[in-house]
């Protein structure tokens, strides 16, 4: 008769080990540590990038801009063009775009608002007609411009200064922080335009498999077709939509229509807020302009009618659904990046929202609503699967069945 061996005390722990219930109770403490330490990372990081703003800001500018510019870089080293002069090229080409972009804006707009303060009796007058309907707004209103209007204008020392007209002007009158941070911006611009393809190739080929190759090589390639398509579209659709509004204000008779023109343009990178923004100030220098209000308001009404037809017809028929993103996470991206970084932030805010969808989408989303109400873990599962887990039978082991 065959001698039974004794029991194995190592299989004394396999039931607890494999018991779907521990498994679940272990993967959910994973789970929460995870989304803990997440949650603090998120709230943590705003603040980080506000405080850090001087280094932050002109990285992701500096980044975003060269994203923007790699579909030109890449026809230049298609042709030959060795990467560094290729990449210089690109640097210089945006420099004379910006520049060119400040003589237009910047430079009249200094100008025209010095103006400001001697014009408050016209927008006053103006204004009276419509103040008529509202007493109690009118009274407030009349209050505070004639406190405005009978302060005397004294002479500012900087009022005798001639506006930049150049961005080596700008920089040579702005602060230190501000030159070290567009040198700075200029120079990481520069040196990742002149790695970019080598950099590309080294992140595609050092993957350890196939697949990880080819999604890396399609991440990096889908940041830089949506990025440069994003910004190149809208950068001709802001400058036609800048073009015909410096035409009407042309025509309506009102100075510096370029520089209207340019802030209509500039603003309408900050979708929703930017042209109401623009709106307004096109009212306020009309008011300033002309004695009549319904002429004064006429170029606010051009232009937002303008932008009407852009935004519902023109933008939706040449963009197409490739880069459709969520109203509402336009909205909050704009108001955090603007709160981050000011003016500068909202301008950037809807590329940073284009890369973070781009590089979620291929590194996957945390299942957040199905730790909190469903299986426990911060990854997607099947709810059948889990149930049948969690209420299969815990198999038997027989410990006494006889060795072979």
């Not at 990481?188 to 080598?198: M, R």
Request: glycine share 6%; net charge neutral; proline share 8%.
């Amino acid at each position: 008769m065959a001698e039974l061996s004794p029991p194995d005390p190592s299989l004394a722990d396999i039931p607890e080990a494999d018991d779907p219930r521990v498994a679940l109770r272990r993967d959910r403490l994973l789970a929460a540590l995870t989304l803990t330490a997440g949650a603090a990372f998120l709230l943590g990081v705003p603040f980080a990038l506000k405080a850090g703003a001087e280094f932050f800001m002109p990285t992701t500018i500096a980044l975003i801009v060269s994203l923007a510019l790699i579909p030109v870089l890449e026809w230049l080293e298609r042709r030959r063009v060795p990467s560094p002069v290729a990449a210089l090229f690109c640097v210089m080409l945006f420099l004379l775009i910006a520049n060119v972009a400040l003589a237009a804006i910047v430079v009249p707009a200094t100008e025209f608002f010095r103006l400001l303060p001697s014009r408050i009796g016209r927008i006053q007058a103006n204004l009276a007609p419509l103040l008529d309907l509202y007493s109690s707004l009118e009274r407030y209103a009349n209050r505070t411009l004639r406190q405005i209007a009978d302060t005397p204008v004294r002479p500012s020392p900087s009022a005798a200064v001639a506006a930049p007209s150049s961005i080596v002007e700008l920089a040579a009158t702005s602060a230190p922080a501000v030159i070290i941070q567009t040198l700075y911006a200029i120079l990481v611009a520069f040196f990742f335009l002149s790695g970019w393809t080598g950099m590309r190739q080294r992140m595609i080929t050092r993957r350890a498999s196939f697949g990880g190759a080819m999604a890396t090589a399609r991440v990096l390639q889908d940041m830089v077709d949506d990025v440069s398509s994003y910004l190149g579209t809208i950068t001709i659709i802001n400058v036609a939509l800048g073009l015909i509004v410096a035409l009407a204000v042309y025509a309506l008779g009102m100075p510096f229509p370029l520089m209207w023109g340019g802030i209509v343009a500039l603003l309408n990178y900050i979708p929703y807020f930017g042209p109401v923004v623009a709106a307004l100030l096109l009212a306020v220098g009309g008011l300033m302009t002309f004695s009549d209000v319904w002429t004064a308001l006429a170029p606010p009404a051009i232009m937002y009618g303008a932008h009407l037809i852009e935004a519902n017809v023109v933008t939706p028929l040449i963009v197409g659904h490739r880069l459709t993103i969520n109203p509402v996470m336009i909205l909050v991206s704009i108001s955090f990046w603007g709160w981050v970084w000011g003016t500068t932030g909202a301008l950037l805010a809807v590329p940073i929202l284009i890369i973070v969808q781009i590089v979620l989408a291929a590194a996957g989303k945390p299942d957040v609503a199905g730790f909190l109400f469903e299986h426990g873990t911060l990854t997607r599962a099947h709810p059948e699967g889990i149930a049948a887990r969690a209420d299969s039978p815990i198999p038997p082991v027989d410990r006494e069945s006889p060795a072979a």
